[in-house]
């Protein structure tokens, strides 16, 4: 069974760091494609950012470009976002999902909360 | 980027009716179209991709179909467990881009 596992999230001043960390289970990590999709309070479900299998190929949603880094340790099963420069618009629960096309799995997210 | 917009964002069925949701894409996106069931405090579900492609652990009442800038998921006959917000999403391009949603609520 696909397990993924988000954890990092907390609460943050703006202009701040934070990283979160998906753990994978259940399937062989290396050879997929992972992203990060988030949604804020009330709001709809907003792509963030895509890491393909080796790490080669990455992607990155404009509002999170420059202030967001996308990166995995294949041998420890593990997805990362690096995230800076925060802001309050940054507030949500982030989602951790599997797939390069449609998204067939999900972790059950963490939550962000960017706030003075 | 390609731009999801989805029809209606809210739309009130009463249960056993049929329910009709849209979603049109700025420009073509072939069949590379996925749509996903949302239920508050849970994970979103990946129910039909390929436009019209329905994944094996929802029954055969939802259904899919379009292509290129115009899709439409259907529920034949709306269940309790049905009502949710349901999102569509290309994969056609970079970077990939959801809509904003339609909520089905119980009339």
């Known amino acids: 069974e696909v397990q993924l596992v988000e954890s990092g999230g907390g609460l943050v001043q703006p202009g701040g760091s934070l990283r979160l960390s998906c753990a994978a289970s259940?399937?062989?990590?290396?050879?997929?494609?992972m992203n990060w999709v988030r949604q804020a309070p009330g709001k709809g479900l907003e792509y963030v950012s895509t890491?393909?299998?080796?790490?080669?190929?990455?992607y990155y949603a404009d509002s999170v470009k420059g202030r967001f880094t996308i990166s995995r340790d294949n041998s420890k099963n593990t997805l990362y976002l690096q995230m800076s420069s925060l802001r309050a618009e940054d507030t949500a629960v982030y989602y951790c999902?599997?797939?390069?096309?449609?998204?067939?799995?999900w972790g059950q997210g963490t939550l962000v909360t960017v706030s003075s | 980027e390609v731009v999801m917009t989805q029809s209606p964002a809210i739309l009130s069925v009463s249960p056993g009716e049929r329910a009709t949701l849209s979603c049109r894409a700025s420009?073509?996106?072939?069949?590379?179209l996925a749509w996903y069931q949302h239920k508050p405090g849970q994970a979103p579900r990946l129910l039909i991709s390929?436009?019209?492609t329905r994944a094996t652990a929802f029954p055969a009442r939802f259904s899919g179909s379009g292509s290129g800038t115009e899709f439409t998921l259907t529920i034949s006959s709306l269940q309790s467990e049905d009502f949710a917000v349901y999102y569509c999403?290309?994969?056609?391009?970079?970077?990939?881009?959801f809509g904003q949603g339609t909520k089905v609520e119980i009339k």
């Open positions: 999902v599997k797939g390069r096309w449609e998204l067939p799995a």
């Open positions: 259940g399937f062989s990590f290396s050879n997929y494609t």
């Open positions: 390929g436009a019209s």
């Open positions: 890491i393909g299998s080796n790490g080669g190929t990455i």
């Open positions: 420009q073509s996106v072939s069949s590379n």
């Open positions: 999403q290309q994969y056609n391009n970079w970077p990939r881009t």
